[in-house]
C-alpha cells in the first residue's frame, strides 16, 4: 500500500515561492502518473502539474512558467517548486499518483481516477 506524505505548505507574500514536498513510502513502479492538485475553499479540485514515468511534465496554464515539477526517484519523492506565487494561488495542495500513465495527459484532469492520495499541505499567498 502506497502512502503519500506532503510537506512545505506555509504562508508567503506575493511574490515568494515555496517547494511542496510529496514523500512515498515505497517505489512507485512504472508505468506512473503522479501530479499535484489543489482545491480553494468553495472550488472543486483541480489539477496543477503532472509528471510520467517517462519523466514527461504537462502543466496547466495557469501555474505555466511558474511551476516546475519533478521527480527524485531514488529518494520516492515528488517535488512542486512554486515561484512568483499569486493570491490565487492559496489553496490546499494534494499529491496523487496512480499506475495509468495516461492520466497525466487528461484534460481536464481527473481527481476521481487517481488511486493514491496524500493528507494536502496548505498554501497561503497574501498580497
Known amino acids: 500500500q502506497v502512502q503519500l506524505v506532503e510537506s512545505g505548505g506555509g504562508s508567503v507574500q506575493a511574490g515568494g515561492s515555496l517547494r511542496l514536498s510529496c514523500a512515498a513510502s515505497?517505489?512507485?513502479?512504472?508505468?506512473?502518473?503522479m501530479g499535484w492538485f489543489r482545491q480553494a475553499p468553495g472550488k472543486e479540485r483541480e489539477g496543477a502539474a503532472f509528471?510520467?514515468?517517462?519523466?514527461?511534465?504537462r502543466y496547466e496554464d495557469s501555474v505555466k512558467g511558474r511551476f516546475t515539477i519533478s521527480q527524485d526517484n531514488a529518494k520516492n519523492t515528488l517535488y512542486l517548486q512554486m515561484s512568483s506565487l499569486k493570491p490565487e494561488d492559496t489553496a490546499e495542495y494534494y499529491c496523487a499518483a496512480d499506475q495509468d500513465r495516461l492520466l497525466c495527459w487528461v484534460r481536464p484532469a481527473r481527481p476521481e481516477e487517481f488511486g493514491y492520495w496524500g493528507q494536502g499541505t496548505q498554501v497561503t499567498v497574501s498580497s
Open positions: 515505497e517505489y512507485t513502479y512504472s508505468p506512473y502518473c
Open positions: 509528471i510520467d514515468s517517462d519523466g514527461v511534465t
